[in-house]
């Protein structure tokens, strides 16, 4: 085998330092509030309570604000000001009237784009490239993809007559606080639904200001209102008797919990939840390609995606000088500051969830892996964790079997096609798969075979609001995104 050692300036005999400078993101235009109220009917109220709870920059763990914490009594007025807006306003307003306020989001979300960035980024941690290149645009295409369907609801299902719902719960999560918001809100309104909208607890202040987006747009009060609150909130808000659907994207546990709850109610409901995808690399795949692909599907945004490829199958024959190059190139990335340009990895959402990160990291070291972390200095303060993969995994270990939610990744060999399906399908988890392969063919067989309700060939974590997504098994059911996404919020019988 040729030496792979990288050539540096320094081998080179030209005595330059090519270590990237810091590029760090201005923040002079970013506004944070000392407190946030709770957005019902139009207007900014406290809580029932008086009570609240504080958000802060995991890269820092200093405390950004302090945000109302929602109860029932707010959830019962949230819920109440939605139904009024429904019966008087929305579902009066035409599909064209519809579209021009989606429009309007839109475009003001991609004005406001560097804001939202920025603020993304210090409430959740994640490099402020991917909050400017991926979140933002994103949010502000799928507003404008469903404005162009709220006039069409009829087109959209032919020889039927869609019927909005009425008022929709939505929670949402962590990871993509802002695009999950876009992801739940754009087809709820275009098809006529009202929603009240509650974010994550630590995640809460691009939901909020998007409410402040929602009022620059002129919404009508009530369309949508946003309640802050732990899990007692989400709780209250799914349970509450006067909501007609229920759109929830989170965790197995917790969507379980949302199914129990909802039994024999007739509430409609649609479910994202936790994945385990397996990134199947074949022998005869471009292997620099594919390792680019298996760094963005597992250390994009931390690891913190439900989707991410937190398995890879590698054929035997190629999988020593695959996992070689894998290594070469996790060397590269750069761990730190969210708001440095040039960062890769940024901070780990919150102490929990690191916590829970280094609990699975430290099983599977006990059942056996072989763990591998490049060399990089962590910062003093904040929630870090390394870049890190395992080889030498078996199917039982938990690291193979559990989502762990963060930048690991667990190797696995395959021999075979059927192996690698056989392989790739025993976990309870089927939201997404990757497959790498040169042969056309191949790619289809396997889309086929494979029990994922997203399939990407020869690239991974590609996303396009005309693209349903969602999961089969324990990942949820119903999709998002797309013609179907309108689905999940008409009424069609």
């Not at 949402?172 to 098809?191: E, G, T, V």
């Not at 993969?389 to 696995?412: C, H, K, M, N």
Request: proline share 6%; hydrophobic share 45%; aromatic share 8%.
């Amino acid at each position: 085998m040729a030496d792979q050692t990288p050539v540096s300036a320094a081998s080179l005999g030209l005595g330059l330092d090519l270590a990237y400078a810091p590029a760090p993101e201005a923040t002079d235009h970013v506004r944070i509030r000392e407190h946030y109220g709770l957005l019902i009917g139009g207007k900014w109220v406290e809580p029932a309570s008086g009570k609240g709870f504080k958000t802060v920059n995991p890269a820092t763990e200093v405390v950004l604000a302090e945000v109302a914490e929602a109860g029932e009594e707010d959830v019962d007025l949230a819920v109440k000001a939605a139904r009024a807006a429904y019966d008087k306003v929305w579902s009066k307003t035409s599909g064209a009237q519809r579209a021009k306020y989606l429009f309007r989001i839109a475009r003001i979300l991609q004005e406001r784009a560097r804001e939202f960035a920025v603020l993304e980024t210090i409430d959740g941690g994640k490099p402020i490239k991917e909050s400017r290149d991926v979140d933002l645009p994103l949010a502000a295409a799928h507003f404008f993809y469903y404005a162009g369907w709220a006039d069409k609801l009829d087109y959209a299902f032919p020889g039927r007559q869609p019927q909005p719902l009425g008022v929709a719960a939505q929670v949402i999560p962590w990871n993509f606080p802002l695009l999950m918001a876009a992801w739940k809100l754009a087809p709820a309104l275009a098809a006529g639904n009202t929603v009240v909208l509650k974010p994550a607890e630590t995640t809460p202040l691009t939901a909020l200001l998007l409410g402040e987006v929602l009022e620059q747009a002129e919404l009508p009060p009530g369309v949508v209102n946003i309640l802050t609150g732990a899990g007692a909130t989400g709780a209250a808000l799914v349970a509450h008797p006067d909501v007609d659907k229920v759109a929830f994207t989170g965790s197995t546990e917790v969507g379980k919990a949302i199914q129990r709850t909802l039994a024999g109610s007739g509430k409609r409901l649609t479910l994202e939840l936790g994945g385990k995808a397996a990134n199947i690399v074949f022998d005869d795949a471009p292997i620099d390609q594919a390792v680019e692909g298996i760094v963005n599907g597992i250390y994009f945004n931390q690891g913190h995606v439900c989707c991410a490829g937190s398995r890879l199958l590698v054929q035997e024959s190629i999988a020593e000088p695959l996992i070689a190059k894998l290594k070469r190139r996790m060397a590269t990335l750069r761990v730190g500051d969210p708001l440095d340009k040039n960062t890769d990895v940024g901070a780990i959402n919150s102490r929990q969830q690191l916590a829970r990160i280094e609990e699975l990291v430290a099983s599977g070291e006990a059942e056996g892996a072989e763990l591998y972390q490049p060399p990089c200095d962590l910062p003093a303060r904040g929630f870090w964790f390394r870049p890190t993969v395992f080889t030498g995994v078996a199917q039982s270990y938990r690291i193979a079997q559990e989502e762990i939610f963060g930048p690991v990744l667990s190797v696995l060999t395959f021999r075979t096609p059927a192996e690698a399906v056989e392989k790739a399908n025993n976990t309870p988890y089927g939201l997404s798969a990757g497959v790498w392969t040169d042969k056309g063919s191949r790619i289809l067989d396997l889309a086929n075979r494979l029990r994922a309700g997203v399939i990407w060939a020869n690239t991974f974590n590609r996303f396009d609001p005309t693209s349903p997504f969602g999961g089969y098994k324990e990942s949820g059911f119903g999709r998002e995104g797309g013609l179907h996404g309108l689905t999940a919020y008409v009424d069609l019988s």
